[in-house]
């Protein structure tokens, strides 16, 4: 059975450090891209970037770039989610999927990461 | 880039046929695959339509995914509405350099 296992909720303070991961399970990890999308309290869907574990070949959205990085250690089937300096901006659930094929379509999704800043 | 605009909620009463747009706002809806996703409240979404048409297993034929050249845009369209369905619908397409959700449509079944 695929499963994408994310870690649990954090509380931190502006401008801490954070990384939140994704562990995928039941499948080859190494031969899906893995993406990670936010979701603002009552709003909508927003593509972060993505990652190929397989050779850490990693794509960020332009309003992303440079606020996260995307990483991912093949050999503990896990993909990762970090901010150097949070902002309260930042809070937000935070989802990883899997991407199958070339078209985009996440068929699995982790259950999600609630991220709360706030002093 | 471009956006996916969506309305915001549509309601319609159990058994019924509701039909959700999404309007590509510029480069043709056509060149590239749209999906459908549908979050229930608490929940991670999940994958209703893929490829503009096709159902993954499991989900029931009563959800069917079309695309429209002359409107630029995509449809899903649920028939014989169940309670269950209440939820909210994301479609979503991409281009060479970036994936686009639309901004979701919160369907109500009363």
């Known amino acids: 059975e695929v499963q994408l296992v994310q870690s649990g909720a954090e509380v931190k303070k502006p401008g801490e450090s954070l990384k939140i991961s994704c562990k995928g399970s039941?499948?080859?990890?190494?031969?899906?891209?893995i993406g990670w999308v936010r979701q603002m309290p009552g709003k909508g869907l927003e593509w972060m970037g993505i990652?190929?574990?397989?050779?850490?070949?990693?794509r960020y959205s332009p309003s992303f770039q440079g606020q996260v990085t995307i990483s991912a250690d093949k050999s503990i089937t896990t993909a990762y989610l970090q901010w150097s300096s949070l902002k309260a901006s930042d809070t937000a659930m935070y989802y990883c999927?899997?991407?199958?094929?070339?078209?985009?379509?996440?068929?699995?999704w982790g259950q999600g990461t609630l991220v709360t800043v706030s002093s | 880039n471009f956006m996916l605009t969506q309305p915001h909620s549509v309601s319609e009463s159990p058994g019924k046929t509701v039909t959700i747009s999404c309007t590509r706002s510029?480069?043709?809806?056509?060149?590239?695959?749209v999906q459908w996703y549908q979050q229930r409240p608490g929940s991670s979404p999940t994958t209703v339509i893929y490829?503009?048409?096709?159902?993954p297993s499991g989900v029931p034929d009563r959800f069917s995914g079309s695309i429209d050249s002359s409107s630029n845009s995509a449809s899903l369209t649920i028939s014989g509405l169940k309670t269950e369905d209440e939820a909210d619908y994301y479609c979503?397409?991409?281009?060479?350099?970036?994936?686009?959700f639309g901004g979701g449509t919160k369907l109500t079944v009363l």
């Open positions: 490829e503009d048409n096709q159902r």
């Open positions: 999927a899997r991407r199958v094929g070339a078209t985009e379509d996440f068929d699995y």
């Open positions: 979503q397409s991409y281009d060479s350099s970036n994936v686009i």
């Open positions: 510029s480069g043709s809806i056509a060149s590239n695959y």
């Open positions: 039941g499948y080859s990890f190494t031969t899906y891209w």
């Open positions: 990652i190929y574990p397989g050779d850490s070949d990693t």
